[in-house]
């Protein structure tokens, strides 16, 4: 669950134990979660986990209910959700694209190709951790030109809810699966240098319905 970019904190230990309790199965969707409760369970002072409790409120994974307190929501991503979030991403980069052919802005792509130059080189090195954090950075930088803070917003969270709480299997590409992804992404690349939108977005939806294919197997 963790990797180098997270923290070991008090408030990051009781963070990830509950993301990792949601997603076994010991917090269930609508069940009620009291600082009490996780202060017994994990041995950690009421702080931190109020701490933790405000970001995963934030991050949507649990919600504070009128009378009720904090409620743990349905974040479990089955290969159905699965598709349905990467239809959003698709949806906040097509009116991306839209943006950019309308104000002619000028786009970095220099830095989109570091982003997968470094999953090419985090699947070499079999580090599929930094593979995914690249290949959601590549897609948040792109959106990142819409202008609009929500999408971005929004599309964190989506890729926050893929990493986290998809169910086994769903993203796990082997290292044949990754390299043609990565070559999908140069070709996506490729297009983006021409500003051939319709053409990027084109092979965005072709790399998402691999995806889409993979997670129903």
């Known amino acids: ?12 230990v009781v963070y990830y134990s509950v993301i990792e ?33 405000t970001a995963l409120v934030a991050e949507g994974v649990l919600d504070y209910r009128t009378y009720s307190g904090v409620v743990v929501k349905d974040s479990l991503v089955d290969s159905t ?4 979030l990467l239809e959003v991403i698709e949806l906040f980069v097509k009116a991306t694209f839209d943006k950019i052919e309308q104000s002619e802005e000028e786009m ?18 079999r580090d599929i951790d930094e593979y995914i954090f690249n290949e959601h950075q590549f897609f948040l930088r792109l959106i990142n030109y819409s202008g ?36 999908q992404f140069g070709v996506i690349i490729s297009y983006l240098n021409k500003k051939d939108y319709e053409n990027a977005l084109s092979e965005i939806k072709k790399l998402f319905l691999s995806y889409s294919t993979h997670a129903f197997r």
């Open 108 to 125: 970095d792509i220099e830095e989109l190709e570091k982003c997968v130059q470094s999953m090419d080189r985090a699947s070499y090195l």
């Open 1 to 12: 669950m963790k990797s180098k970019r997270e923290y070991k904190t008090l408030d990051k």
């Open 148 to 183: 609009n803070p929500y999408f971005k917003d929004m599309a964190k969270k989506v890729f926050f809810n893929i990493k986290y709480f998809s169910a086994d299997g769903i993203t796990n590409h082997n290292e044949e699966m990754r390299e043609r992804n990565i070559k």
């Open 81 to 84: 959700r699965y598709v349905q």
């Open 21 to 53: 309790k949601i997603k076994n199965g010991e917090l269930k969707p609508d069940e009620h979660l009291t600082e009490e409760r996780l202060s017994k369970e994990l041995g950690v002072s009421r702080s931190p986990i109020r701490k933790a409790i």
